[in-house]
T-cell receptor
């Protein structure tokens, strides 16, 4: 079945890089996503990567995709306190609809 | 656009009462999703609709839960009777149906309804 796994917690010092990892099971996923949830709010799409790409960079964010190992990572450079949030990895579900399969979320804590 | 609108934002009720959560998707979106988020279980997909038709309700926990989408601009999630274990944050999200192979089909989430059942 479809499943997405990620570690639950990550603590980093302000200014350091954060790396959040995720593994997924559906090798046919066309898109993989990172969503961010700030306290008291809904999820917002942070970035996504198409499955024929290995890497995508967007300002401080770098997404790496290893299709062979079904591993996705999100690197945040120069992590700031405003980056403290829960980060969800997601893959597009199978079938013709845009159902997403979400991981449990990684809670990122940034400390001075 | 105002984004996905959910009401109420907070609901406190007593066990056994009926609870109705409401969602207005983004205009023009034809897919709508209901999720539940708890500390124990994380984010769970309850049901989703495409063009107002329920596609997959396998995530609905029990018969006490029901969802409707009478038109493209409104959906409800009803719990009757409610129980303390239903306490959670309920999210509604909407998106456009993908054109296969060409769309990354972003889901837009509402702010959620925090439900507390005493």
């Amino acid at each position: 079945g479809e499943d997405v796994e990620q570690s639950l917690f990550l603590s980093v010092r302000e200014g350091d890089s954060s790396v959040i990892n995720c593994t997924y099971t559906d090798s046919s996923s066309t898109y993989l996503y990172w969503y961010k949830q700030e306290p008291g709010a809904g999820l917002q799409l942070l970035t996504y990567i198409f499955s024929n790409m290995d890497m995508k960079q967007d300002q401080r964010l770098t997404v790496l995709l290893n299709k062979k190992d079904k591993h996705l990572s999100l690197r945040i450079a120069d992590t700031q306190t405003g980056d403290s949030a829960i980060y969800f990895c997601a893959e597009k579900g199978s079938g013709g609809y845009n159902k997403l399969i979400f991981g449990a979320g990684t809670r990122l804590a940034v400390h001075p | 656009d105002a984004g996905v609108i959910q009401s109420p934002r907070h609901e406190v009720t007593e066990m056994g009462q009926e609870v109705t959560l409401r969602c207005k998707p983004i205009s023009g979106h034809n897919s709508l999703f209901w999720y539940r988020q708890t500390m124990m279980r994380g984010l769970e997909l309850l049901i989703y609709f495409n063009n107002n038709v329920p596609i997959d309700d396998s995530g609905m926990p029990e018969d006490r839960f029901s969802a409707k989408m009478p038109n493209a601009s409104f959906s409800t999630l009803k719990i009757q009777p409610s129980e303390p274990r239903d306490s959670a944050v309920y999210f509604c999200a909407s998106s456009l149906s993908p054109q296969e192979g060409s769309s990354y089909n972003e889901q837009f989430f509402g702010p959620g309804t925090r439900l507390t059942v005493l």
